[in-house]
């Protein structure tokens, strides 16, 4: 993968819902980047138009004008799952499967064997420090262990871009700090590219590229040297 060119290019990107005196303008006129190594914290108010950009941005969602490509990863429905993958608020796992099984399941979708997804899955769980979580049910785990297996189940594809959507908003501060400690840990064994949308300065303060954004329009683009640690 060619570093200069951009993992995901947005240029003029609007997002309305509804028509006519009901719409609502989510995003209005946003161009921005993501490179491969990118660390980038995605902050603002609620309502502020972070989700939506950032479910444009994994191909959930298409703009209502102006474009978004993904350079260095090919088309929108070579996306998921694998090069892209989403981490959202709450963990989702399916409460019949264990958690490997939860992990596994992406892959078994996109049409890997079933064994060769559990070893994928094992080994991502293995990553997060949860091996031995794998053959229990989403509701004999904590909550803060659920969300560690969403992680897990985003790193099984391989992805080159992670995406995670107030990934702690669920969370207590203690709880959300080892999710962050996870998830940047993993991110930095698996080099893919991180954008991270929270409301949690703390959160934010861990990254070194900082976007902000107010009334559906990305306003600020800041960067700083930061540290993995706490």
């Not at 703009?63 to 088309?75: D, M, N, S, V």
């Amino acid at each position: 993968m060619t570093a200069h060119i951009p993992l995901v290019l947005c240029a003029g990107v609007d997002r309305t819902y509804g028509h006519g005196a009901a719409a609502t303008v989510a995003l209005s006129a946003t161009d921005c980047e993501v490179h491969a190594g990118d660390r980038i914290a995605l902050v603002g108010p609620s309502g502020s138009g972070k989700s939506t950009l950032l479910h444009l941005i994994a191909g959930l969602d298409t703009p209502t004008h102006g474009r978004i490509e993904w350079p260095a990863i090919g088309a929108r429905d070579e996306l998921h799952p694998g090069p892209v993958a989403v981490i959202f608020q709450g963990p989702s796992l399916l409460s019949a499967l264990t958690v490997r099984e939860n992990v596994a399941l992406p892959l078994v979708l996109d049409g890997r064997r079933d064994a060769d997804a559990r070893t994928s899955a094992q080994d991502a769980l293995a990553m997060l420090g949860l091996g031995e979580l794998a053959d229990k049910l989403p509701e004999e785990i904590s909550g803060g262990q659920a969300q560690r297996v969403a992680v897990a189940r985003a790193l099984a594809g391989e992805p080159v871009l992670i995406l995670a959507d107030e990934p702690t908003g669920q969370l207590d501060r203690a709880t959300g700090a080892i999710v962050v400690d996870a998830l940047l840990a993993a991110v930095e064994c698996v080099g893919a590219a991180l954008v991270v949308s929270t409301h949690d300065a703390t959160v934010a303060d861990r990254l070194p590229t900082c976007w902000q954004m107010h009334s559906g329009q990305l306003t600020a683009t800041t960067s700083k040297e930061t540290s993995w640690s706490r």
